[in-house]
Structures are given as C-alpha cells and as structure tokens.
C-alpha cells in the first residue's frame, strides 16, 4: 500500500521557496505540443516575457520622451535668445526716442522752430529774405497795350546781398 501524501492545511512558509506542486498525470495526448513548450522556455515564462516586453517598451517612450523635452528646450532657448536680442534693440530704440522727446521739449527746440518755421527772430537780428522772380503779370483785358515805360538797369543778386548785409545809412 502506498503512503499517503501529508496535507498542508494550515500551515503556510513565509521566508523561503513556496512548495513545490507536482503535476498531475494526464492521460492522453496534448492538443497542441509546441505551446506547451512555449509555457516555460527554458525556465523563462511566458509572463516574465511580457512583462520584459511592457517595461522595454515604458523606456524606449521615455527616452523618446526626454528627447523631445531636450530638443524643445534648445528651441525655447534660442527663441529666448532672439526675444533678448528684440528686447535690448527697442531699448536702445527707446533711449533714442526719449532723447528726441526731450530735445522737442527743450527751449532750444522751440526758438529753432520759430526762427525756421514761423519767420522770428531775436532782438538785434538782421533778417533777409530773398526776392523771388516778379510774377508774370495777368494779360490784360483791354485791347489797348500800354506804353512801355522806361526800364531801369536791372540789379545783379550780388548787389542785393550787398544792399542787404551793409544798408545805406539813412540820415536822421
């Protein structure tokens, strides 16, 4: 008579290799012998396969990952580099421009204006103005053509300016 197999029941190990289970006998043939072989590859199971298959495929995404974070971050940094370059020219575009403001705002600019622009000048300022051609004059609507009068000699410029900057002393 064979001997009985001893039952575990309540007892359980906590440190140590769980026990080993013996397989059953099978009567008959396996339906399919190459996945029977597939269950344990040379004591690799299956799920030890998929699970090294998953955690492959979690850290080819993250180095895809990391990659992408790098080369967005060179991108953002050349931007960074451009908006420094923008922001420093339309500093020194400011400075040019609270420059003009001051000048326009200063009394300099004023008299420079009313000298050029409206026609003042100081006190003790000569002021020339130069004679423009004399206009033609209109034609004329009577029939009747006036006698030509007698024509003075006409002034060179040079005697103009000469009249203008040194004028005859008046007596007085």
């Given at each position: 008579m064979?001997?009985?197999?001893?039952?575990?029941?309540?007892?359980?190990?906590i440190f140590g290799p769980p026990?080993?289970?013996r397989p059953a006998a099978r009567s008959g043939r396996h339906a399919f012998p190459q996945l029977r072989g597939l269950s344990r590859l040379q004591g690799v199971s299956v799920l030890s396969l998929v699970l090294?298959?998953?955690?492959?495929?979690?850290?080819?995404?993250?180095?895809?990952?990391?990659v992408g974070q790098v080369l967005q971050g060179a991108r953002l940094?050349?931007?960074?580099?451009?908006?420094?370059?923008?922001?420093?020219?339309?500093?020194a575009e400011n400075a040019v421009l609270e420059g003009a403001v001051a000048f326009t705002e200063s009394d300099v600019y004023a008299e420079r204006i009313a000298r050029e622009q409206l026609?003042?000048?100081?006190?003790?300022?000569?002021?020339?103005?130069?004679?423009?051609?004399p206009a033609a004059p209109p034609p004329s609507v009577?029939?009747?053509?006036?006698?030509?009068?007698?024509?003075?000699?006409?002034v060179q410029n040079w005697q103009l300016w000469w009249?203008?900057?040194f004028p005859p002393s008046r007596p007085g």
């Open positions: 064979p001997m009985k197999r001893r039952l575990q029941h309540a007892t359980r190990r026990p080993r289970r090294g298959g998953i955690m492959l495929m979690l850290i080819a995404l993250l180095a895809a990952n990391f940094e050349s931007r960074r580099a451009e908006l420094e370059a923008e922001v420093a020219r339309i500093k026609g003042y000048a100081r006190e003790g300022d000569v002021v020339i103005f130069p004679r423009d051609a009577t029939a009747e053509t006036p006698a030509p009068e007698a024509a003075s000699p006409p009249l203008a900057l």
